[in-house]
């Protein structure tokens, strides 16, 4: 999937509108923002210049020039580079979950379909599936018929668009829940596969499920011996 990426920014809890604002303002049209909690110090978090540990996690996926984009807007809004006021990373997307979910990932900016992600080699790969909530049990029962051994769920706010709230019938805005499944590379089609059939766009969970590279991995012996 050269040329689009999956965004993760990490900022104090207060930047909450903001970091929404930004995705908003440069239609990136599928985003979530989550609430969580650093881990760091007191004496960490007092020498980096931040006063408590509460974060907001923006998730969203772009093209590489809307990321250019997203990153001006954080440096000159933000002051992201100062420390203290947060993190922004990207992960180049390896493989989409159908037409459809490609469509609604990329609607209204310049994406035009490459290759798939240089990260070709990887044996491992995220899986992460975006639902309505309350459906994750679903998406996680499908994704156990494709070969999934488990997941970690997490509650999450969209915050797409305007002219993006509807599309294909899938509402962009609202609670959503977010499933995060790490799999085999091999494994990863009938996973997806097994999500978009039981729980996709076309169903009331409305999933929608891409993945991401995975360089190395710890704790998943269990699988590997399972194979």
Not at 50 to 75: C, I, P
Not at 185 to 205: F, L
Not at 211 to 227: I, K, M, Q, W
Request: aromatic share 6%.
């Amino acid at each position: 999937m050269s040329g689009l990426c999956f965004t993760v920014c990490i900022t104090p809890r207060s930047s909450f509108t903001a970091v929404a604002g930004i995705f908003k303002k440069n239609v990136t049209p599928f985003n979530m923002v989550a609430l969580g909690r650093g881990t760091a110090s007191s004496e960490l978090l007092n020498m980096m210049g931040l006063d408590d540990t509460e974060k907001v996690l923006g998730f969203s996926v772009m093209t590489e020039s809307v990321w250019k984009a997203v990153k001006k807007s954080l440096q000159r809004e933000l002051q992201i580079d100062v420390p203290g006021a947060g993190v922004a990373f990207t992960v180049p997307l390896a493989a989409v979950a159908g037409k459809t979910a490609l469509r609604v990932l990329t609607r209204n900016t310049d994406y035009t379909r490459g290759d798939e992600s240089e990260l070709k080699d990887t044996e491992y790969e995220l899986i992460i599936t975006v639902c309505e909530q309350g459906f994750s049990q679903k998406v996680m029962d499908a994704a156990k018929k494709g070969g999934a051994g488990g997941g970690t769920i997490i509650r999450a706010r969209g915050t797409g668009t305007h002219a993006a709230e509807q599309f294909l019938g899938i509402t962009l805005t609202g609670e959503k829940d977010m499933i995060f499944i790490v799999s085999r590379a091999s494994g990863k089609a009938a996973i997806m596969e097994s999500i978009v059939r039981e729980a996709g766009p076309d169903t009331r969970a409305k999933a929608v499920a891409f993945s991401l590279p995975v360089t190395d991995t710890a704790g998943l012996r269990l699988l590997e011996e399972n194979e």
